[in-house]
């Protein structure tokens, strides 16, 4: 329990501090192809803000989130000392507070109090084979979160149905959710396994490509698609508006075609402990 | 393209000079707030009662930073989403305000408020909370204690970097910049 406890809170504050090295690149790479001015100065500042946030161990974004945990826990793996969920949120209390980072959780959505430790955070366990622990950490920002949507389609919308409401779910985000944003999309499943699907596809790498062909493809698409709409940076006109699609897909009712969109900002914050 | 310099509080001959797109650098003291604290203003003068600050001229930055390290003047202070303010905005607006610096969307009630009390908003950079700080020379807490990261904040700033989004003619660099760069299928 000590373990995961402390792994948590590392990663609470390594995720709020240290921008991704594949984020890092894309940064660049997309600096170098932005045609419009003024999405260019976005991406420099953004550069220039990972440099400071991890030179001098700050958070890159004020909003250090709400924490989602995904944990694979092996089979074989006995956890002693205490409650799994104890010790992730205890790791999330230390971290917030150690790490200077911002508390932004309220006990209740309609009272609003805050809770003064960003506890609880939203955990997500999977049973696994083998005698290890991971855990994915995330810190998710709300301003990408609030523009997420999530829509029964009907399975004659097809893929092209698909396609329109990824590219809709977008464009109607714009500037809200802070282009240069990542689109995560659960495709099937039932309703909160989408939504699920959805949030877990933001932990793959930038440029990560599904396993399967035509899933990989439709990920292209609705990349090359989405950087057509022309929002780009901060959605002020440029070529950048996504740096990745990631899709995620399961087995789903004869009846339905559930599609959900977890959108993320450029502050795409995740780490990986394995115990 | 070179960033002009503003000096705050504004007044209105230096707003006629901005347009949608240009990047500005402001100077001078502002005010945060964000939904909870706009929330408290508005029921404030509902029942007739004075603002926290004297909103004329005065300038509005939507951030709740992160808590100050030892040694800083404040933490990570990027700019929210604007339009959980939308509500809010057109009546601070009307009494003065002249200032708005966040990031997305306004609803066109904002808007119109912006056009015809002649108002400005500003986006600064979402995410970019390390580097904006460090143009924050100064930091206080004026009002609403009570609301930790969400209190009103008197903050000094120095070449604060921002983009002009909506001018006080009714351009929107959201529209325009989608516009612009828009491949049509």
């Known amino acids: 329990m000590d373990d995961i406890r402390k792994a948590v809170k590392n990663m609470c504050m390594d995720a709020n501090y240290h921008l991704g090295s594949d984020m890092l690149e894309t940064f660049r790479s997309a600096l170098a192809e932005e045609e419009s001015t003024v999405g260019k100065e976005v991406l420099e500042q953004l550069v220039e803000n990972a440099e400071i946030a991890s030179t001098q161990k700050v958070p890159m974004c004020q909003d250090t989130g709400m924490v989602v945990a995904f944990v694979e826990l092996g089979q074989d793996c006995r956890i002693i000392g205490g409650g799994l969920y104890d010790a992730i949120n205890q790791g999330i209390r230390e971290g917030y507070q150690e790490g200077y980072l911002r508390n932004s959780i309220v006990k209740d959505p309609l009272q609003r109090y805050n809770t003064g430790d960003n506890t609880p955070g939203v955990i997500h366990l999977e049973l696994v084979q083998g005698d290890e622990c991971t855990i994915h950490l995330t810190a998710k920002g709300f301003g990408s979160e609030n523009m997420s949507r999530l829509q029964m389609m009907k399975p004659a919308d097809g893929m092209e149905g698909v396609k329109d409401f990824v590219i809709e779910t977008v464009r109607l985000a714009g500037p809200n959710a802070c282009p240069p944003m990542i689109v995560g999309v659960g495709l099937g499943g039932n309703f909160e396994m989408s939504a699920y699907l959805a949030k877990k596809s933001l932990l793959r790498p930038v440029g990560d490509r599904n396993e399967r062909e035509d899933i990989a493809q439709l990920e292209k698409e609705l990349l090359e698609k989405i950087n057509q709409l022309g929002l780009g940076p901060q959605g002020m006109g440029g070529r950048t508006t996504a740096l990745d699609v990631h899709v995620e897909v399961y087995a789903t009712h004869i009846a339905g075609l559930p599609v959900a969109v977890n959108i993320n900002c450029h502050a795409s914050r995740h780490k990986t402990a394995v115990l | ?185």
């Not at chain 2, 503003?6 to 007044?11: N, R």
């Not at chain 2, 004297?54 to 990027?78: F, L």
């Not at chain 2, 700080?133 to 990261?149: F, N, P």
């Open chain 2, 1 to 185: 393209m070179s960033a002009k310099l503003l000096h705050l509080p504004l007044m209105e001959d230096q707003l006629k000079d901005l347009r949608a797109g240009d990047r500005v650098e402001l100077t001078g003291s502002l005010y945060t707030a964000r939904d909870a604290a706009h929330k408290r203003m508005i029921e404030t003068l509902e029942v007739g009662g004075i603002l926290p600050f004297p909103i004329v001229g005065q300038t509005i930055y939507y951030v709740g930073p992160t808590p100050a390290k030892p040694g800083q003047v404040i933490g990570s202070a990027g700019p929210t989403t604007s339009g959980r303010m939308d509500l809010y905005a057109p009546k601070l607006i009307e009494l003065g305000l002249k200032g708005m610096i966040g990031k997305g969307r306004r609803q066109k009630a904002v808007k119109d408020a912006m056009k015809e009390y002649k108002a400005v908003y500003f986006a600064a950079v979402g995410g970019a909370a390390a580097l904006i700080a460090r143009s924050i020379k100064k930091s206080e807490v004026i009002a609403y204690h009570d609301l930790g990261s969400e209190a009103i904040y008197r903050l000094e700033v120095e070449r604060f970097p921002v983009i002009v989004i909506n001018d006080i003619y009714g351009a929107d660099l959201y529209e325009e910049g989608e516009k612009n760069y828009r491949i049509k299928p």
